[in-house]
């Protein structure tokens, strides 16, 4: 898809919209489709620190969601910069002021420009990596009769207390730092925002992706500090705004699908799902272990099958960081399609 | 060993004492005796975090390291708050204008203390946890006569470009909070050290360690937060200097047996070894995970055996912060001070 067809971004306006920490006057869902609204509908939901433009890894011609055969639709997160966020929402719910959103406010809004808006009456699939992998347990749950295919990427249904606990991390560093000010800084907080991206760095990767020095990209940085300062700080400082990020995070840290329906617990959330699952863990993720995806398929039962990404980049493997690891998320994603 | 008999802390004043970073015109290494200097001296010197005080988790009647059977001595590292350190060092090198010290530098330091001032001629056994461990490795490359056995429990004979990097997350949240000051805080920081615990505390533990709550201690912690508050902000709060934890931060990220004589590699440097070495990772470990233990022990050869301690405690495992862990661990020990 060259750069001319490329789809431009649409805003779908709820006007006044309740979310789980009060409320937003006019929340705004930031999204694109891709293809003819005729074909089966797929929606890739964006995951931490990613733009609409994230999602071209997997949308395109000649790539998993094609949009010849699909009409895909991919949304921005609310906090992401683009949908309603802290850097974008006028007074007074601006920066620090915005309201706590949870996955849940984030689906039930999707689903209203799904249905009311783009006419949908069906998902043939929904795909997500980490959170957008989250997003997709949510999805099932959410709307089992209106979901026929679920792939989660590296991400799970419920934030395990160790997630939650390394996010803490990061959060910390950013809130506690000498230029953030609460959330009212006038400028971009460098020494926040680049304590932030450090703290970060170490979890994305498997520790064997280091000890092969795979961090200098054949040469491209000269030591860990070199990465350290173009890919964690300057990815973050160049696109991202500081109150966003907290307020994102704050979604993933609380993401349960137990708490939906207040079910007693993952087994019973699990349970409401009626779409087909395919759940893809990385070996090496450090905050979304395998382990933890072995539960929740065993919970799921005949409804999901676990295929796991063989790779020593860890978190990143399943957000196309690695070509390799791409190619095969990419095959899986299709045969999971093409299967009954 | 009652309280009554606890050993007096005692300090040794090397004079003017060059390291790695230029100079301490009167470098002070703090340690500990316990039992009688005729019997087989063993070295047990502290990791992160630790005082001399900690060291008891492992020395004491009845314990792997018996004072009846052994003249053991415990060394604090330099930075620690016990030896020279940021914090106790007299102008000009004070708090940020402490110099950088090496493990190197410790260890040649814990030499003069055992040679010149205790008369030590030979050392059954060096062992050493997390810092401990790395130390362990560097008295068994830099004094292969002096040492016949060390055992290094969930440390490694060079820092990881990983472990690095997870530790570059804690710096940068200390360093960039709104109460550092440059290191010319006039109190304790509280901002800078809370995140610096947060940021911490994710990777001391397995991930499944947080999946069986046992962060919350059977209900000692009511949440992740409460646990937080009191393990690692109470802890670095109530017992560490800013300034200290940065300087003995740096003595770890930068450690490496290679260096010692300008080694090529690794297996080079560990080839010098001539003491038996028993070298025990935890299998949950983040930071000193099994693998670097594997490939260091496939290149010191017959010369060490693996043991991995089967925990989901993670790094803390080897730290003594599990009963079970620790007798494990014990046990090892006592079998290979009882082996030829």
């Given at each position: 898809m060259s750069n001319g067809n490329q789809p431009q971004t649409q805003y779908y306006h709820h006007g006044r919209y309740q979310v789980k920490g009060g409320v937003l006057p006019d929340a705004v869902t930031a999204f694109r489709t891709y293809g003819n609204p005729g074909n089966p509908c797929i929606v890739f939901p964006t995951c931490y620190g990613a733009k609409l433009d994230s999602q071209l890894s997997h949308v395109g011609e000649g790539k998993a969601l094609d949009p010849r055969k699909y009409f895909v639709v991919t949304f921005a997160l609310?906090?992401?910069?683009?949908?309603?966020?802290?850097?974008?929402?006028?007074?007074?719910?601006?920066?620090?002021?915005?309201?706590?959103?949870?996955?849940?406010?984030?689906?039930?809004a999707q689903y209203t420009v799904l249905t009311k808006h783009l006419g949908i009456k069906k998902l043939r699939m929904v795909v997500g990596f980490s959170m957008g992998g989250q997003q997709a347990y949510h999805w099932a749950v959410m709307y089992p009769d209106f979901v026929e295919k679920y792939v989660a990427i590296c991400g799970s249904a419920r934030t395990s207390v160790h997630n939650q606990c390394f996010?803490?991390?990061?959060?910390?560093?950013?809130?506690?730092?000498k230029d953030f000010e609460g959330g009212h800084y006038k400028s971009t907080p460098q020494h926040?925002?680049?304590?932030?991206?450090?703290?970060?760095?170490?979890?994305?990767?498997?520790?064997?992706?280091?000890?092969?020095?795979?961090?200098?990209?054949?040469?491209?940085?000269?030591?860990?500090?070199?990465?350290?300062?173009?890919?964690?700080?300057g990815r973050y400082l160049e696109?991202?705004?500081?109150?966003?990020?907290?307020?994102?995070?704050?979604?993933?840290?609380?993401?349960?699908v137990a708490k939906i329906h207040g079910d007693p617990d993952l087994q019973s959330a699990l349970g409401r799902i009626k779409?087909?699952?395919?759940?893809?863990?990385?070996?090496t993720d450090l905050y979304f272990p395998p382990e933890d995806s072995e539960i929740e398929v065993k919970y799921l039962g005949d409804n999901a099958k676990l295929v796991v990404i063989d790779s020593v980049w860890g978190h990143v493997a399943g957000g196309g960081a690695n070509p390799e690891d791409l190619k095969f998320v990419q095959g899986q994603i299709e045969q999971f399609l093409g299967e009954e």
């Open positions: 609310f906090a992401n910069g683009e949908s309603s966020s802290p850097s974008n929402t006028p007074v007074p719910y601006n920066g620090p002021y915005f309201p706590a959103i949870s996955y849940e406010d984030n689906i039930r996010l803490e991390g990061p959060k910390a560093a950013l809130t506690a730092s926040g925002i680049r304590a932030f991206g450090r703290v970060y760095s170490a979890w994305a990767y498997g520790q064997t992706w280091f000890r092969e020095n795979q961090h200098l990209y054949g040469g491209t940085y000269s030591d860990l500090n070199t990465f350290l300062h173009e890919i964690w700080e696109s991202w705004d500081a109150n966003d990020m907290l307020a994102l995070l704050n979604t993933w840290q609380t993401g349960d779409a087909k699952g395919l759940i893809m863990p990385c070996k």
